[in-house]
């Protein structure tokens, strides 16, 4: 009936958090894949392309990555790689930092932070799964939008709910 189907059939791991096939309906995309060596699935009656296997640093390239010159496309990947690490990293140090190893922290930012998170009613822990499900949230419903109107929402959202959430004293204004 459609590609998603095939996909569920033929996936040979289904217990990993990443997906083992990659679903494209762009051309260039799938030209690309098959130059790097790759299957491409294509299905009758659906406009998506199945591409297999699907390694993890897949996920990080772009569809533009093909139109510009190597050096460009291999600083940007590297760029969006670091930004990665980042926002998995961010969450966690802080957290860390500000609950258990208050002494890493220079004292003014410590004194600093200490006085945004006075009145907040959560541990640092709780204020991060809050703040990182909200933008998840907003993400999702952004991307379910179309394309002009979902990248205004998620802005637009995120600044405002970040606001209001401050305003309203359940995450201090260092976790937005």
Request: hydrophobic residues 55%; negative net charge; without cysteine.
């Amino acid at each position: 009936l459609d590609s998603g189907y095939i996909t569920q059939l033929i996936e040979d791991q289904t217990a990993t958090p990443f997906p083992t096939i990659y679903s494209t309906e762009r051309p260039d995309v799938v030209a690309g894949n098959l130059l790097e060596g790759r299957v491409a699935i294509l299905v009758d009656g659906t406009p998506f392309a199945l591409i297999a296997p699907v390694v993890f640093m897949q996920f990080f390239q772009s569809a533009e990555d093909y139109y510009a010159r190597f050096d460009i496309a291999t600083f940007i990947r590297l760029l969006r790689i670091f930004m990665f690490i980042i926002s998995l990293a961010a969450p966690a140090t802080y957290v860390a930092a500000t609950t258990f190893h208050q002494e890493m922290i220079p004292t003014t930012l410590i004194i600093a932070i200490a006085a945004q998170r006075e009145s907040i009613p959560f541990p640092a822990f709780v204020e991060a799964l809050l703040i990182e499900l909200v933008f998840e949230i907003l993400r999702e419903a952004g991307i379910r939008l179309p394309k002009a109107t979902g990248a205004a929402v998620s802005i637009v959202g995120a600044l405002v709910i970040g606001e209001a959430a401050i305003q309203a004293g359940v995450v201090s204004p260092a976790m937005v």
